[in-house]
């Protein structure tokens, strides 16, 4: 079973600089994309930041220049480095994995449990 284990959030003042982890981990043969999303209170789930096997990047237009998104493919893991935060960065962030093969079996998408950045000073 493929799982996500997200770390890195906590209390952060307004232009502060966080860093997210997400790793994932069950016998995994490759992770074709990884990304990050966050949820607000009473708003819907979005999209952050996206990256590709290839290393294809998209970042939500609320986030260009502030954050960054990396990956190990070798260690199955995906980083956000957020800087210059904002109180409206304060959300659940989600990690996500799409299109991953195991050694047994194929999963169109896995989820991570969560991680809140609170923005605030």
């Known amino acids: 079973q493929v799982q996500l284990v997200e770390s890195g959030g906590g209390l952060v003042q307004p232009g502060g600089s966080l860093r997210l982890s997400c790793a994932a981990s069950?016998?995994?043969?490759?992770?074709?994309?990884m990304g990050w999303y966050r949820q607000a209170p009473g708003k819907q789930r979005e999209l952050v930041a996206h990256?590709?096997?290839?290393?294809?990047?998209n970042y939500a237009d609320s986030v260009k220049g502030r954050f960054t998104i990396s990956r190990d493919n070798a260690k199955n893991t995906v980083y956000l480095q957020m800087n210059s935060l904002k109180p409206e960065d304060t959300a659940v962030y989600y990690c996500?994995?799409?299109?991953?093969?195991?050694?047994?079996?194929?999963?169109?998408?896995?989820w991570g449990q969560g991680t809140l950045v609170t923005v605030s000073s």
């Open positions: 996500n994995a799409a299109d991953i093969r195991t050694n047994f079996q194929w999963y169109p998408e896995v």
């Open positions: 069950g016998s995994i043969f490759s992770i074709n994309a």
């Open positions: 990256i590709s096997i290839s290393g294809r990047i």
